[in-house]
């Protein structure tokens, strides 16, 4: 997830569904959220009571894990996205419709209307990250001193994007000017920019995972169908050509033809394989949690 998370254009809750993990992530969250809220409103014992809730074995390795792919990948990542742009856009592009077929089979209603939530949910992203040709910090304007205020709320705002599949927080970034600035305050360790954005990240995730929770308990298939929406319109960022995963354009294919579609089909190949991998040891959502999770 960490390392999906550095890309714009890719989503870390992408790799949560391959993975299996997405709802117990969720829930994890949720319960943090409830606790940090109990603790604001002086409520120490039911902020105790949600904190053993999260579940911490779960949670903290993959915080971790997360936290070692942004410090150690990213710097691999960003050469490979440079010097194989074609190459790296399209084993996104297979990840991510793979994500997206993973998602459909969870659906236990395929009805009109869910189709119809798919269909609407695509042509929206589609046409919105139309809006923006560039999706790097290099290729699109960035804003040069950013106020305290602004780490706050792309924080916020990025954070929520992150746990959104299909939606890539770091592209979320780059739209928004501070995808620059926000690893600026990184490798010079700007402590106080960091530290805010940070705050911005926990409100803003405290606050649409409690939304992202009711939703997911009420209407189960219409956010599921939604979600498979949101990969699917996210595939415009994912599309090789011209530049790679640095460009919303869209081109004809006019080089690495061959290799590109290998590196699709391997990379929708291995999510297949994992999702078999899941589904037999048990970490994928069963027919009848969902069926408890599905209100509508």
């Given at each position: 997830?960490?390392?999906?998370?550095?890309?714009p254009?890719?989503?870390?809750?992408?790799?949560?569904?391959?993975?299996?993990?997405?709802?117990?992530?969720?829930?994890?969250?949720?319960?943090g959220?409830?606790?940090?809220?109990s603790?604001?409103?002086?409520?120490?014992?039911?902020?105790?009571?949600?904190?053993?809730?999260?579940?911490?074995?779960?949670?903290?390795?993959?915080g971790?894990?997360?936290?070692?792919?942004?410090?150690?990948?990213?710097?691999?990542?960003?050469?490979?996205?440079?010097?194989?742009?074609?190459?790296m856009?399209?084993?996104?592009?297979?990840?991510?419709?793979?994500?997206?077929?993973?998602?459909?089979?969870?659906?236990?209603?395929?009805?009109?209307?869910?189709?119809?939530?798919?269909v609407?949910?695509?042509?929206?992203?589609?046409?919105?990250?139309?809006l923006?040709?560039?999706?790097?910090?290099?290729?699109?304007?960035?804003?040069?001193?950013?106020?305290?205020?602004?780490?706050?709320?792309?924080?916020?705002?990025?954070?929520?994007?992150?746990?959104?599949?299909?939606?890539?927080?770091?592209?979320?970034?780059?739209?928004?000017?501070?995808y620059?600035?926000?690893?600026s305050?990184?490798t010079?360790?700007?402590?106080?920019s960091?530290?805010?954005?940070?705050?911005?990240?926990?409100i803003?995730?405290?606050?649409?995972?409690?939304v992202?929770?009711?939703?997911?308990?009420?209407?189960y298939?219409?956010?599921?169908?939604?979600?498979?929406g949101?990969m699917?319109?996210?595939?415009?960022?994912?599309?090789p050509?011209?530049?790679?995963?640095?460009?919303?354009?869209l081109?004809?294919?006019?080089?690495?033809?061959?290799?590109?579609i290998?590196?699709?089909?391997?990379a929708?190949?291995?999510v297949?394989?994992?999702?078999?991998?899941?589904?037999?040891?048990?970490?994928?959502?069963?027919?009848?949690?969902?069926?408890?999770?599905?209100?509508?």
């Amino acid at each position: 997830m960490g390392a999906a998370d550095i890309v714009p254009g890719v989503s870390g809750g992408t790799i949560a569904l391959v993975l299996g993990i997405y709802e117990r992530l969720v829930g994890s969250v949720r319960a943090g959220s409830s606790a940090l809220g109990s603790f604001v409103r002086l409520d120490f014992s039911g902020g105790v009571e949600w904190l053993r809730k999260v579940d911490w074995a779960f949670i903290l390795p993959l915080g971790a894990g997360i936290g070692l792919a942004i410090i150690s990948l990213s710097h691999l990542l960003e050469n490979l996205l440079r010097d194989h742009a074609v190459l790296m856009a399209s084993l996104f592009l297979g990840l991510v419709a793979g994500s997206a077929l993973i998602v459909w089979r969870l659906l236990t209603v395929r009805d009109l209307r869910r189709i119809g939530i798919i269909v609407a949910v695509t042509v929206v992203v589609f046409v919105l990250l139309g809006l923006r040709e560039d999706t790097s910090s290099e290729s699109a304007a960035q804003i040069a001193n950013p106020e305290t205020w602004a780490y706050f709320l792309s924080g916020a705002v990025a954070i929520c994007a992150m746990i959104l599949p299909g939606i890539s927080g770091s592209f979320i970034l780059v739209m928004l000017g501070m995808y620059g600035p926000v690893l600026s305050a990184v490798t010079s360790r700007d402590i106080i920019s960091l530290a805010v954005f940070g705050v911005g990240a926990i409100i803003g995730l405290a606050l649409f995972s409690q939304v992202l929770h009711r939703a997911l308990r009420d209407h189960y298939n219409s956010v599921m169908a939604a979600l498979i929406g949101l990969m699917l319109g996210s595939l415009r960022v994912l599309w090789p050509w011209p530049r790679g995963v640095d460009s919303t354009a869209l081109q004809a294919p006019n080089e690495d033809v061959f290799l590109a579609i290998v590196a699709a089909v391997l990379a929708f190949a291995v999510v297949m394989a994992i999702d078999a991998l899941g589904r037999r040891v048990g970490h994928h959502t069963t027919a009848d949690e969902v069926d408890e999770l599905t209100g509508d």
